[in-house]
């Protein structure tokens, strides 16, 4: 009985840790007046869940999540919107160029050409998540980090696979419960993602199966 309270306790901590992390997403991109602020936001929750990950007591309080948060906030202001715009640009193209194919008749190569473009956007928006997660452990140059974003999706196939699990699973969760998405919002994927990449990934610096490497901070290369 024991061993199940504290295990509901500690569950009950996790997910009030994700709905504070919500709360500061939306303040935050208030904050920066949305432009300048959802990119910084995201970066932020990322690096978050992240340092939950690598913490040794992983019973934060709303203090401390705000905290972390806010903190990592400030200093992915500037970093964070040269690489997420840029990304939801090509995100947006991908998308229209899905759209123009899917449905437009053009006989079996529209076909085959239209699934060639859905995987294009599968896996570019693996990708993307990922490059948040890539990021909010090393600090290095842009182009490191999408090569490395890139060989992650690519060479841990186990590790898409959780990923496009999950957030298929939070979709699904999204459309049946929308309070989910209105309480936990973007917090809920971004937790599941950092929390693939810990656990399949295999990341220096954020591996759950090398324990020694846990008290690396958040944005240095192992």
Known sequence: MKNFAMGYEFLARIILMVFVLNAAVVAFTLRGLVVAGFFPSVAACYASCRSWVLSEDRRWTVAQTWRTFGMAWKQERRVANLAGWPQL?????????????????????GVAASGLVLLANALYWLFVLVF??????FEERPWWLVRTSLQLVLARPWCSLMLASMLGLTAWAWATWPGILVAFGLATPIFLVVLCVHCFGRLPGMDAREPQRAATPAGQPA
């Open 89 to 109: 640009l090509i995100g947006l193209l991908l998308a229209w160029d899905y759209y123009l194919v899917n449905w437009n008749d053009m006989g079996a190569a």
């Open 132 to 137: 948040w997660a890539v990021a909010a452990n």
